[in-house]
């Protein structure tokens, strides 16, 4: 079995807690209070600005034939954050002066920290993660969501023809990736899977259970 | 007043959070539960050790005359992974194959992270919070623990002249880099100032309260 | 006067060298060697190359409102690697298989290790030196070379309107930057300013003379 | 054959041509020019000085047993540094307001980009290379200087048990690392085991000709 679908299996139980997670469910329900969805459209917002940076960071190690793929992810990017903008303008949320949560700030301290200091290869497994957990989240809340939803738009945007190929060419570069690296370097891939994985997951439950910074809770912020 | 006094001061609320946190008193008076410290000891091991590539890191954009004191930091922390191996030895606290905590793992992304993108100024704004917060909190301790405790060369580590003399240096070098720097880069010190205030105090908290993962909790870990 | 126009004042002297520099006078007048100006293509294609990792590698360090720039420059150097494909095929030239001169090594070297070691607004310089030495070369071309020249693509792409203005883009922002720095920083910026200007006079030297590295001239290259 | 041996057998032309340099063989025979030497150790110094940096920015991507013996290596560099103090002190060499030459600044630049922007194997490659081009290098003097000289504490300092052993140690963890990584990253390994042997005789061939800035040999430098 190549690399992904190995780690997804290995993975499951992280992997389904994931999918499983109330905001999810609710979101797909229409049940989620519309200050907890606008909670995590803010931090959000404040993740995908600060995934162009590690896109960014991880071209200098990328092999030439990935340069032309990662460079047009960045335009990408921020027509996500313009989906944001328009979406939060019609929702009436201000996306303007928020702070990072604690598990927000610290997952992009592991992406751009990632980009940094490790290979190419593990780097690209957290970029794969990230996109795939998406993929799979909103394909969840696909099931369920009106698509009249004022939110339905997050939805078309991740579970889009277009998002779907950009998943799949990374699966398919991070398997060939995989095949090429040493089992060492493959080992700490494994474990930058796992990772990205349980900051999904933690992302998730900051989105319904607030941000607090652990030993603050409730006093200042 | 100098940039250090002055952040302290505005973040007073933080810092005696931090200083007023159940760890350290209950440290401090003797009643803290064996197996909490231990697993305290475990985990700030792992930050340790990942504290050696943070300095590192930041020795490439150091000037001139702070090359050898940064040098000189990473054998003095081989030193403290030395003390920390000798007292779980005494104590009988197994170190090996012990995974970083959430939070733990956060702190760490933020010093890579902050030591690759940020300026030397402001990464270097982190690493003297870090000591700080090490030195103002074990003098918490030292007010109270038996001097005969297995933990108190754990006191004297960061209460010792030496140490105190450390963070007096990085506290004097912190001010001047903040007279030469702009204002808009002298803001990104404050802020940074905050944040490992926070993370300090998060540290505190886990040690208390435990590791685990968001959404983990109770399940796989 | 503003930080760019002072460090051009006081460079005069090698920005002159290098604008009279024989390689642009001869491709102005329409002399130079066909086998000297294809053998600039095939280095200078490689540098391009790697002038995009070098724009990503500042992207992570960039404030909030220079990233779309930066991020837009990233597919404006992949249609300039276009326009040398383009320009490639018409004139028979082949731009596989080169391997980097010495000099150009080193400028890419140099490009890779300040976007990573120096802060941004020293890194910036770098960009927009390069930028404006190649406008004004180009400039210089552009002055004699007739419109029906295999070449004039060239002049037009770095003479042109959009260039001139992405390079008078880069100039407010870096005179902005350039105020917002401390002393010690603006330092470094001048240093690394003139070093830009001598790096662009010395790949001008290479494309004339040839690009062998110091000690093998003659013997295995 | 490991992974050192065959590369020193591949480039066995640049390798000798290192080691048959004049520069070498005129310190050797004591017939090189006083301030021949004194110009070489005015830039070998400044080189020193950067190895520093570039062995710190190694320490972020090291596995975990490499990370003492790089630590180690830098208090050795500023030991290194003090010898060219003293010996500078001895012979009336003045190192101070010394700029790097082209070569120097270039090699310079190559081992920071490499350490920040390649792999561990890859970077860690470039750092034996150096440091037995060095030992090899000074053997070839030690073959005949006379051990009165002012400069035979250089031979001592290349040439001695401790440097070899250093060297014999780096070789064994490169050729370890070489084993443990892909096919295509012991390619570019490869690569870069030329490109350092490529600087090393550019550094001797600069040390005997002198170390203009090419396009500014005879003018403002």
């Not at 497994?125 to 998406?134: C, G, I, P």
């Amino acid at each position: 079995m190549a690399f992904c679908g190995e780690q997804l299996a290995r993975l499951g139980d992280i992997w389904l807690r994931m999918l499983d997670h109330r905001f999810l469910l609710e979101t797909r329900d229409g049940t989620i209070a519309r200050e907890t969805f606008a909670d995590w459209m803010r931090q959000d917002y404040l993740f995908v600005e600060a995934a162009i940076p590690f896109i960014a960071a991880l071209m200098p190690k990328a092999p030439a034939d990935h340069r032309v793929a990662l460079g047009q992810a960045i335009p990408a990017l921020e027509k996500e954050l313009e989906l944001f903008r328009e979406r939060a303008a019609v929702a009436g949320v201000d996306l303007t002066g928020v702070r990072p949560s604690f598990v927000n700030h610290a997952y992009v301290q592991f992406l751009i920290a990632t980009a940094y200091s490790k290979s190419y290869a593990e780097a690209y497994t957290v970029l794969y993660v990230a996109e795939k957990a998406y993929y799979d989240s909103w394909m969840v809340v696909r099931a369920g969501l009106d698509s009249g939803s004022i939110w339905y738009p997050f939805v078309e945007n991740w579970t889009s023809d277009a998002f779907a190929g950009w998943v799949g060419y990374l699966e398919a570069q991070l398997d060939a990736l995989a095949e090429q690296v040493g089992e060492a370097e493959r080992g700490r891939m494994a474990e930058l899977f796992e990772l990205t994985a349980r900051y999904e997951l933690a992302f998730w439950e900051m989105a319904a259970a607030g941000g607090g910074w652990p030993g603050l809770e409730g006093g200042a912020q």
